[in-house]
T-cell receptor, first 112, second 114 residues
């Protein structure tokens, strides 16, 4: 079945770049997403990329997609303490309108 | 902007009682909504797809008689956890797609069953 995998934890220094990686299995996924979850809160859509693109940039966020390797990454430039949260990668399921499969989430800790 | 609300934000109930959680789309209509549950430090697991005007579609392993879903209108879906037990304690999150690319998530409902 479909599966999305992420590393569980990332620690970076304030001002550095963060790179969060994700691998997925459904090669027919139309869209791939990055969501942010702060403690006790719901999910905030950060960005998404269409499967026929290999890069998308949105201010401090850069998404890279390697469709051949089924690898997705999120780069956060100039990471701030407010970026500390859990970041979820998600893929849309083929044939499922808006149905998403989520990774386990990467906890990003930003320290001074 | 588009927002999805949930009510209540947290609920504590006794084992054996039923709990209803509401999910509302504000400023947009949603013929489809999704219900997820999230255990501590784990990912979101899709439970079911709520369809306005028809029966919900449940994911494999989710008991439809235990988790009753009613999509009463184009802006409201409810999830009722029937005869709740401690193992049902979890964080329940709904989402509503606004278009083919984007869906918005509610703030979640934390359920604790004693």
């Amino acid at each position: 079945g479909e599966d999305v995998e992420q590393s569980l934890f990332l620690s970076v220094r304030e001002g550095d770049s963060s790179v969060i990686n994700c691998t997925y299995t459904d090669s027919s996924s139309t869209y791939l997403y990055w969501y942010k979850q702060e403690p006790g809160a719901g999910l905030q859509l950060l960005t998404y990329i269409f499967s026929n693109m290999d890069m998308k940039q949105d201010q401090r966020l850069t998404v890279l997609l390697n469709k051949k390797d089924k690898h997705l990454s999120l780069r956060i430039a100039d990471t701030q303490t407010g970026d500390s949260a859990i970041y979820f990668c998600a893929e849309s399921i083929s044939g499922g309108y808006n149905k998403l499969i989520f990774g386990a989430g990467t906890r990003l800790a930003v320290h001074p | 902007g588009a927002v999805v609300s949930q009510h209540p934000s947290r609920v504590i109930c006794k084992s054996g009682t039923s709990v209803k959680i509401e999910c509302r789309s504000l400023d947009f209509q949603a013929t489809t909504m999704f219900w997820y549950r999230q255990f501590p430090k784990q990912s979101l697991m899709l439970m079911a797809t709520s369809n306005e005007g028809s029966k919900a579609t449940y994911e494999q392993g989710v008991e439809k008689d235990k988790f009753l879903i009613n999509h009463a209108s184009l802006t409201l879906s409810t999830l009722t956890v029937t005869s709740a037990h401690p193992e049902d304690s979890s964080f329940y999150i709904c989402s509503a797609p606004i278009d083919q690319e984007t869906q918005y998530f509610g703030p979640g409902t934390r359920l604790l069953v004693l």
